[in-house]
């Protein structure tokens, strides 16, 4: 069984910092892409940034203030969150694409989820 268990969320006031981890566990055979996502009260959820072979792409929001990372070793995928506005304020869920074996085929897994909260 995978699970992606997430840490590092908490309250910050704006201007703030904040790093979250998500590490996956189980039986994997290789992860392919992994990212970030987040939901606001009211919301949908929406991308915040993903990395895959070294490649990095983020939502428009966040560019310049975020940043995604990954240990493969670890298969753990971080995002160091600088200048936090109250607007990023949503709980952050991690995401994988991860193939197990004996299998060919990728699967998603998310995470339970984490709380940041930036206050004004």
């Known amino acids: 069984q995978v699970r992606l268990v997430e840490s590092g969320g908490g309250l910050v006031q704006a201007g703030g910092s904040l790093r979250l981890s998500c590490a996956a566990s189980g039986s994997i055979a290789s992860i392919n892409v992994m990212g970030w996502y987040r939901q606001a009260p009211g919301k949908q959820r929406e991308l915040v940034a993903t990395i895959t072979s070294g490649r990095t792409n983020y939502a428009d929001s966040v560019k310049g203030r975020f940043t995604i990372s990954r240990d493969n070793a670890k298969n753990t995928v971080y995002l160091q969150m600088n200048s936090l506005k109250p607007e990023d304020t949503a709980v952050y869920y991690c995401?994988?694409?991860?193939?197990?074996?004996?299998?060919?085929?990728?699967?998603?897994?998310w995470g339970q989820g984490t709380q940041v909260t930036v206050s004004s």
């Open positions: 995401n994988a694409g991860i193939r197990i074996p004996p299998g060919i085929t990728t699967r998603d897994y």
